[in-house]
C-alpha cells in the first residue's frame, strides 16, 4: 500500500472514532494483565463476564494468588483453556510480588518473562496500560495487513514490523485498536462486509463482497 493511502486510511479511521479502546473491562494495568491472558482463543465478552466477578473478590497480585489456582480456577471456568491459564496467572502473580514490588513491569523484557505473557500480550500491555506505540497483532491484525496490502507477512512477527515501519507515528499509538475493531466487526474472516467498509476504495483486497 502506498504511503499516502496509509496516511488516509488512518485518517479516516481517526475521524469516525477519534479515541479507540480496548472492549476488555480493566480498571489498573494488573486487572488488564490478567484480562489479556484470559482472551488467548476467548472472546472479550466471555473474558468480561468472568472478571467482573473475579475483580471484584480479587483484583491484586496478592489477592488471587489468595485465591490459589483452585479457587481462581472456579472464577474463569467458562473460558477456554482456563485451567493453564489459571496455572500461569498464579504463577505471574508470584512473580510480579517477588520481582516487581506486585506492579506491572513496563518493559518488554519483564512482561514476557511473566508465565503466560507472549510478545502479543505484552505488546498489549505496553500500549494499552503504559502508552507505547506498540503493535499487538493478532488473528485480527494478521489478516488486515494481509488482505489490505497494508503490511503483508507470512507470520505475525513480519505483519507487526511492517505496521510498526508503514503507519504514521502519529497514529500509532491507536492503531492496533482500529485495527482489531475493523477485523472484528467490518473485515471478518469468512465473508468481510465491503459495502459497509470506511476503507474499501483504499484497500488492495481483490475479493470484495459486493453484498
Not at 488512518?10 to 482472551?39: D, G, M
Request: aromatic share 6%; charged share 20%; with cysteine.
Amino acid at each position: 500500500m502506498k504511503p499516502e493511502q496509509c496516511l488516509e486510511l488512518f485518517r479516516r479511521w481517526q475521524a469516525a472514532n477519534p479515541n479507540p479502546r480496548t472492549e476488555l473491562s480493566y480498571a489498573s494495568p494488573f486487572e488488564l494483565l490478567v484480562a489479556v491472558i484470559l482472551s488467548a482463543q476467548a472472546t472479550d465478552k466471555s473474558v468480561n463476564k468472568a472478571t467482573e466477578q473475579l475483580f471484584r473478590i480479587a483484583n491484586t497480585p496478592e489477592a488471587i494468588l489468595a485465591l490459589g489456582e483452585e479457587g481462581l480456577r472456579s472464577y474463569i471456568k467458562t473460558i477456554g483453556l482456563y485451567n493453564a491459564k489459571a496455572k500461569n496467572i498464579i504463577a505471574t502473580c508470584q512473580q510480579l510480588i517477588a520481582q516487581h514490588q506486585s506492579q506491572v513491569p513496563d518493559n518488554r523484557a519483564d512482561l514476557e518473562a511473566l508465565p503466560g505473557v507472549g510478545r502479543k500480550t505484552a505488546n498489549v500491555i505496553l500500549n494499552t496500560a503504559f502508552g507505547q506505540p506498540t503493535m499487538a497483532v493478532d488473528t485480527h491484525i494478521f489478516r488486515l495487513g494481509n488482505r489490505t496490502g497494508l503490511a503483508p507477512g507470512k507470520n505475525v512477527l513480519e505483519v507487526e514490523k511492517g505496521l510498526l515501519k508503514h503507519i504514521p507515528y502519529e497514529y500509532l499509538q491507536d492503531a492496533h485498536h482500529w485495527l482489531i475493531l475493523h477485523g472484528r466487526y467490518i473485515c471478518t474472516a469468512r465473508k468481510p462486509k465491503c459495502p459497509a467498509c470506511l476503507i474499501a476504495d483504499l484497500c488492495e483486497y481483490q475479493e470484495k463482497t459486493v453484498a
